[in-house]
């Protein structure tokens, strides 16, 4: 059985200032490299067939840091996996758009990729994969809005792949002719380490 877990890249600045960044190679914030250590330690809990991850530089210190962990390379950096393309937008707040654009911004034509763009290469990649490493456990790192619109693409479901947490996991397996979660949206390597002797009922995966 084939199955892909995706984790989103850690914090960066813009994600707290709600500031686009699409295809810049900005980086992770001090919040971020420590969530990659925690993302880091949870996946060297499992043994992995390949690791690919975004090109893309906040993506980039992410595998990395899950790389020296694993002490297994990273296999390949594709483009597929990067952030939505935000053209004239990247790298502005919404207060910053309206005061440029106007409040109607978004029905200008500012060179953002389009979302049907943003799932044909999403599903590419998926599908690309599950050819090329068919019975294998791949390892992906990538951004939130990309890997919430392949998600909702391939899982034909319009609720799913909503604002993804900084390095959560989520995997899906190829089951027969189709895809199905099997972990979504994950961050339990974020939750505080319950007290010895806690009542561990309810524990989430």
């Excluded at 979302?115 to 019975?135: H, K, M, P, Q």
Aim: aromatic share 6%.
């Amino acid at each position: 059985m084939t199955t892909i877990t995706f984790v989103r890249h850690g914090n960066t600045d813009h994600n707290l200032e709600n500031r686009a960044q699409g295809h810049l190679n900005n980086s992770l914030n001090e919040t971020g490299f420590q969530q990659a250590e925690a993302i880091a330690k949870r996946i060297a809990e499992e043994s992995w067939d390949v690791f690919i991850s975004s090109d893309l530089l906040r993506a980039r210190q992410t595998a990395d840091i899950i790389s020296k962990a694993l002490g297994m390379p990273i296999t390949a950096f594709d483009v597929r996996l990067r952030e939505m393309d935000r053209g004239q937008v990247e790298n502005t707040i919404e207060s910053e758009r309206i005061a440029r654009w106007g409040p109607n911004w978004k029905d200008l034509e500012l060179g953002q990729e389009s979302i049907e763009s943003i799932r044909a290469r999403g599903l590419d990649f998926i599908n690309d994969t599950a050819v090329r490493y068919a019975g294998r456990k791949v390892l992906v790192v990538t951004h939130g809005f990309f890997l919430g619109q392949t998600l909702k693409a391939l899982m034909q479901d319009e609720s799913t792949g909503n604002h993804l947490k900084n390095t959560s996991v989520t995997t899906i397996a190829h089951k027969g002719d189709r895809w199905e979660y099997t972990l979504y949206d994950c961050v339990r390597h974020l939750e505080p380490a319950e007290p010895s002797g806690a009542d561990r009922t309810g524990a989430k995966a």
